[in-house]
């Protein structure tokens, strides 16, 4: 690979380092597994860059990005199976609490973010590219690898669950 | 339109994903669904919520450093080619020169320019850091972390100034190997850039020495010795700013 080469794969990807960074950050839930994870995508990205032609260089880089996360987790899994995060955050973030708490925390931008996190990946994922990252359905497939009508699925589950977390539907139905 | 085919398409009314004939028939049924309107409002409670309440993340100068230095090394990253022929005849023709500059001038030649070995050490160390997870042992941007990190780990003491206030925020300190001996390597940020600074004990009766900047493949190196310590630094830093650096360095105790 050239200089050019290299230029312009500067140019037309780099661009999209903080969407990548974001979505490594709530993917991994770590700022420096997030800063490895997103540095190991930018070079694989590099040495796939010859494979990519135009299109939609952020869903592009965004995919590779989400690939390097899930093999992380994957390994970060296997290495400290005996602490279940994920069913610990979840415990702490929506264990029962009195309505009001729970209208109180609404505000709190860090139990959202609990909450967020102790969604499972394949929920979390479509929720920060949609919500946080403003992509569409098409790109979010694109990026996940997954039809649209899987998406749209995933999307609404995750939303419904995000309702209860948050206590918005209680509210609604009391 | 019945209730559960409205529910079905609400997510992606909001989200501006239904073609405009299915979103006219699912407002039409909403206009007369007053459950159905409490489902589209919890929806859009619950994107509005996570609109205005998840930040995004900026990618940190550190990340960007790292990944700017690894651009501009590509061949660092890839498993080491077959090297071209020329490169062994080269190496060959260097060796012809070295054993004739052997006859006197050698003395001269490693005071003036830096021993080759030691440069390519530090130069190859600095590299390998900027791979995914090897750039600190120890992540701190405090120094109050970073040198007791060193205690035991090495057996002399590491500068470890703060100079934030010159520009250049501490990113952490490791451990590394150059030139046949554990070394001190603390790690300072500029803008897109890291700065490795390395440093061992220069042995009994080392003289203090000034800077002496050599470039190798786009990296600066600059060598110096204080109080008894010889010093590498090793960046792609513009010069001035690396000359800038290493006097906020010395100045500082």
Redesign the interface.
């Given at each position: 690979?050239g200089q050019r080469d290299?230029e312009r794969?500067?140019r037309i990807v780099?661009p999209h380092?903080?969407d990548?960074?974001?979505l490594a950050?709530?993917l991994l839930r770590d700022?420096?597994d997030?800063?490895?994870?997103?540095?190991?995508a930018?070079?694989r990205a590099?040495?796939y860059f010859e494979g990519y032609r135009d299109g939609d260089a952020r869903a592009w880089l965004l995919a590779i990005v989400r690939n390097c996360c899930l093999t992380w987790l994957r390994k970060d899994r296997a290495r400290r199976s005996a602490v279940p995060l994920v069913e610990q955050a979840a415990a702490e973030a929506i264990g029962p609490r009195p309505a009001d708490a729970l209208a109180i925390e609404?505000s709190d931008?860090a139990a959202?973010?609990r909450i967020?996190a102790a969604l499972p990946t394949e929920f979390r994922e479509v929720?920060?590219l949609?919500?946080?990252e403003g992509l569409?359905?098409r790109e979010i497939s694109d990026v996940v690898g997954a039809p649209i009508g899987t998406v749209?699925s995933r999307?609404?589950r995750a939303?419904k669950r995000?309702?209860g977390a948050?206590g918005?539907?209680a509210k609604?139905a009391g | 339109m019945r209730c559960a085919d409205c529910r079905?398409s609400l997510?992606?009314l909001m989200?501006g994903?239904l073609a405009p004939a299915d979103a006219a028939e699912v407002r039409e049924h909403l206009s007369s669904c007053a459950d159905c309107r409490?489902e589209q409002?919890?929806?859009a409670?619950?994107?509005s919520?996570?609109?205005e309440?998840?930040?995004?993340?900026?990618?940190?100068d550190?990340?960007?450093a790292?990944?700017r230095s690894?651009?501009a090394q590509?061949d660092a990253?890839?498993p080491a080619p077959p090297r071209p022929r020329w490169s062994w005849m080269a190496l060959a023709a260097a060796g012809v020169l070295l054993a004739a500059a052997s006859s006197g001038i050698t003395f001269v030649a490693t005071r003036q320019a830096a021993p080759p070995a030691v440069a390519a050490d530090v130069l190859s160390s600095h590299l390998r850091a900027l791979?995914?997870?090897h750039l600190t042992d120890v992540?701190s941007t405090n120094l109050h972390n970073v040198k007791p990190w060193f205690d035991g780990r090495v057996d002399f003491s590491p500068s470890v100034p703060n100079l934030d206030a010159d520009g250049f925020p501490l990113v952490g300190g490791r451990l590394d190997y150059v030139a046949g001996r554990s070394v001190a390597a603390v790690v300072y940020a500029r803008r897109l850039h890291m700065i490795s600074v390395y440093s061992w004990p220069a042995g009994a009766g080392a003289e203090d020495s000034a800077p002496v900047v050599t470039d190798q493949r786009g990296y600066h190196l600059v060598r110096w010795r204080r109080a008894g310590l010889e010093y590498w630094a090793v960046s792609d830093l513009g010069r001035d700013d690396l000359d800038t650096f290493v006097r906020a360095f010395n100045a500082s105790r």
């Amino acid at each position: 690979m050239g200089q050019r080469d290299v230029e312009r794969f500067e140019r037309i990807v780099l661009p999209h380092l903080d969407d990548a960074y974001t979505l490594a950050r709530y993917l991994l839930r770590d700022e420096h597994d997030a800063q490895d994870a997103v540095q190991d995508a930018v070079l694989r990205a590099l040495r796939y860059f010859e494979g990519y032609r135009d299109g939609d260089a952020r869903a592009w880089l965004l995919a590779i990005v989400r690939n390097c996360c899930l093999t992380w987790l994957r390994k970060d899994r296997a290495r400290r199976s005996a602490v279940p995060l994920v069913e610990q955050a979840a415990a702490e973030a929506i264990g029962p609490r009195p309505a009001d708490a729970l209208a109180i925390e609404r505000s709190d931008r860090a139990a959202l973010e609990r909450i967020v996190a102790a969604l499972p990946t394949e929920f979390r994922e479509v929720i920060v590219l949609r919500e946080v990252e403003g992509l569409s359905y098409r790109e979010i497939s694109d990026v996940v690898g997954a039809p649209i009508g899987t998406v749209m699925s995933r999307l609404a589950r995750a939303r419904k669950r995000l309702a209860g977390a948050l206590g918005v539907d209680a509210k609604e139905a009391g | 339109m019945r209730c559960a085919d409205c529910r079905e398409s609400l997510n992606a009314l909001m989200d501006g994903e239904l073609a405009p004939a299915d979103a006219a028939e699912v407002r039409e049924h909403l206009s007369s669904c007053a459950d159905c309107r409490r489902e589209q409002a919890v929806l859009a409670d619950v994107s509005s919520t996570l609109r205005e309440g998840l930040v995004r993340h900026p990618a940190p100068d550190v990340l960007k450093a790292r990944i700017r230095s690894a651009l501009a090394q590509p061949d660092a990253f890839e498993p080491a080619p077959p090297r071209p022929r020329w490169s062994w005849m080269a190496l060959a023709a260097a060796g012809v020169l070295l054993a004739a500059a052997s006859s006197g001038i050698t003395f001269v030649a490693t005071r003036q320019a830096a021993p080759p070995a030691v440069a390519a050490d530090v130069l190859s160390s600095h590299l390998r850091a900027l791979m995914p997870g090897h750039l600190t042992d120890v992540a701190s941007t405090n120094l109050h972390n970073v040198k007791p990190w060193f205690d035991g780990r090495v057996d002399f003491s590491p500068s470890v100034p703060n100079l934030d206030a010159d520009g250049f925020p501490l990113v952490g300190g490791r451990l590394d190997y150059v030139a046949g001996r554990s070394v001190a390597a603390v790690v300072y940020a500029r803008r897109l850039h890291m700065i490795s600074v390395y440093s061992w004990p220069a042995g009994a009766g080392a003289e203090d020495s000034a800077p002496v900047v050599t470039d190798q493949r786009g990296y600066h190196l600059v060598r110096w010795r204080r109080a008894g310590l010889e010093y590498w630094a090793v960046s792609d830093l513009g010069r001035d700013d690396l000359d800038t650096f290493v006097r906020a360095f010395n100045a500082s105790r």
